[in-house]
């Protein structure tokens, strides 16, 4: 996920290298692996909790919400991530595949509240360079200067 993520804005910042293209080209690919992660991470974590009721009774703990609201949205990131998908639902799609953002937020928390916030350093470590290019991307987009045709008068 997180890799699909900064392929946008490494082709900003590296702009004419190839590499970043590359990844922007197959970034569809990494957000399926990504979802194919979770889903057996979810699974192994519903085998190891063995009873329903013990999900249930685990479901208020930061660290399980946040994974399942997490897990819940890349559901139909993955189902609408075919090229069939992304025609028929047109400038949608795009506005749909945004919640990647959000999904990453209750990522980045799921993984620290697992480990009592002491794993927040080598999450950070995932998170700071994807929200670092982002805020590079968003001072891009700000600040660049319109393309104004010139009107002949």
Same mark, same amino acid.
């Given at each position: ?11 900003? *910042?590296?702009? @004419?290298?190839? +590499? ?6 197959? =970034?569809? %690919? ?5 979802? @194919? %992660? ?8 519903? !085998? ?7 999900? #249930?009774?685990?479901?208020? $703990?930061?660290? #399980? ?7 819940? !949205?890349? !559901?139909?990131?993955?189902? /609408? ?5 992304? =025609?028929?639902? +047109?400038?949608?799609?795009?506005? *749909?595949? =945004?919640? /990647? %953002?959000?999904?990453?937020?209750? /990522? *980045? ?9 002491? @794993? ?15 805020? %590079? $991307? ?10 104004? &045709? &010139?009107?002949?008068?």
């Amino acid at each position: 996920m997180i890799v699909a993520m900064l392929a946008s804005p490494l082709v900003l *910042l590296f702009k @004419g290298w190839r +590499g970043p293209l590359w990844l922007k080209r197959h =970034r569809r %690919y990494f957000g399926v692996a990504a979802f @194919g %992660y979770a889903a057996l991470h979810t699974l192994y974590y519903l !085998i190891d909790a063995a009873t329903m009721a013990r999900v #249930i009774e685990e479901l208020p $703990r930061l660290y #399980i919400w946040t994974g399942w609201v997490a897990f819940a !949205i890349f !559901i139909p990131l993955a189902v /609408t991530s075919m090229d069939h998908f992304v =025609r028929v639902m +047109g400038p949608r799609w795009k506005q *749909l595949q =945004r919640w /990647t %953002y959000a999904a990453a937020m209750l /990522t *980045l928390v799921h993984w620290a509240a697992l480990h009592d916030w002491g @794993g927040l350093g080598p999450a950070l470590v995932h998170f700071v360079p994807l929200g670092a290019l982002e805020a %590079y $991307r968003a001072g891009y987009w700000t600040n660049r200067r319109p393309n104004r &045709k &010139k009107v002949a008068a």
